[in-house]
């Protein structure tokens, strides 16, 4: 349920409320993966907007059955900023903005070919 709470205020942070801007569904699976792929089916079939996955298998599913598997991207509200810099002591490297992960170009010194 903590992971729920902190995606539902990382929404908030970004603006989304609600009942005003926004409609939650909120499903929890409770561990079953076959109940993870019909709900990650499900949302597909409604066509929704938006899916927020809170575990590896959820996220798993979701690129599976939705239909946008190119163009989803890595997001950084507020909240989850504030929660890195209090585990790691920095702020999120400024690299790390892709979903396919950190371009060694980017890293100083790396080694060249």
Known sequence: MR?????????QDG??????????KILNAMGDI??????AQDFAAESV?????VSTPGLQAALLHSEV???SQVCFHQSDRAAYRAFAGAE????VGDK???SY???KDFLAD
């Open 49 to 53: 907007d938006m899916i927020v996955a």
């Open 34 to 39: 076959s109940q993870v792929q019909k709900i």
């Open 105 to 107: 170009k980017g890293i």
């Open 100 to 102: 396919t992960g950190l």
């Open 3 to 11: 992971r729920v709470t902190h995606c539902t205020n990382s929404l």
């Open 92 to 95: 999120i490297p400024a690299q």
């Open 69 to 71: 598997r190119d163009s």
């Open 15 to 24: 603006g989304l409320k609600d009942g005003l801007n926004v409609r939650l």
